[in-house]
């Protein structure tokens, strides 16, 4: 039973840049949710994905921006990127959207911005 | 929005010993979760617990919802044990809101 799967581990880029990360949710799931994670802080929720759509949002600003996909992946894209970006993006996922259910996260992306 | 409290923020421990982790939030919720995140960063859902008792091995953990409250104990502790602890709540229908965690340190 494959749990949730994410990509890259690591990422540097460049402050102006953009980066897309990818998540491939538990077997079963069909709900996505992306969290930002600062050292040091617990993790802060972005955006939750729910049959191709963006249904709750986080405090954060449109430079952040996701997609689901049919077979439920999702990616999370940040544009023009800044210092304070740097963190570790946590993808979960969990069954039906708007319901109590365990959320299950994957390892990560560690993106660092110079 | 929801607040979440943990407490203590730091704790050490001697391996073997027992321990409690607080949770206080500020608004009744639906959905309440414990995570353990390993020094790799890996963050573990250890009990889905909106209300009531549950058990897994030496981890239990309660929440009080009516007086808005849950507690992991943590018995026998073991190094592997170290880590960081979140509660996080939910009253939204997904939106979790993770308190700022409680730094676990068990040394043999």
Not at chain 1, 43 to 65: C, L, T
Not at chain 2, 13 to 25: H, P, V, Y
Request: hydrophobic share 30%; glycine share 10%; aromatic share 10%.
């Amino acid at each position: 039973d494959a749990g949730v799967t994410q990509s890259p581990t690591h990422l540097i880029k460049t402050r102006g840049q953009q980066v897309t990360l990818r998540c491939s949710p538990k077997s079963g799931h069909d709900t996505v949710s992306w969290y930002q994670q600062a050292l040091g802080q617990g993790p802060q929720f972005i955006f939750q994905y729910y049959e191709e759509e963006e249904r709750q949002r986080g405090n954060f600003p449109d430079r952040f921006s996701g997609h689901q996909f049919p077979n439920y992946s999702s990616e999370l894209n940040v544009n023009a990127l800044l210092l304070g970006d740097s963190a570790l993006y946590l993808c979960a996922s969990s069954l039906g959207a708007g319901m109590s259910s365990p959320l299950h996260f994957g390892n990560g992306t560690r993106l660092t911005v110079t | 929005g929801i607040q979440v409290e943990q407490s203590p923020p730091d704790l050490i421990l001697q391996e073997g010993a027992n321990s409690t982790l607080r949770c206080n939030f500020s608004d009744s919720v639906n959905n309440l979760q414990w995570f353990h995140q390993n020094p790799w960063g890996q963050l573990i859902n250890l009990f889905y617990i909106p209300s009531g008792t549950k058990q897994n091995g030496r981890l239990s953990a309660t929440t009080v919802a009516t007086e808005r409250y849950s507690l992991l104990y943590i018995s026998s502790s073991q190094t592997t044990d170290s880590g960081v602890y979140f509660c996080a709540v939910d009253n939204q229908g997904g939106k979790l809101i993770f308190g700022q965690g409680t730094e676990l340190s068990v040394k043999p």
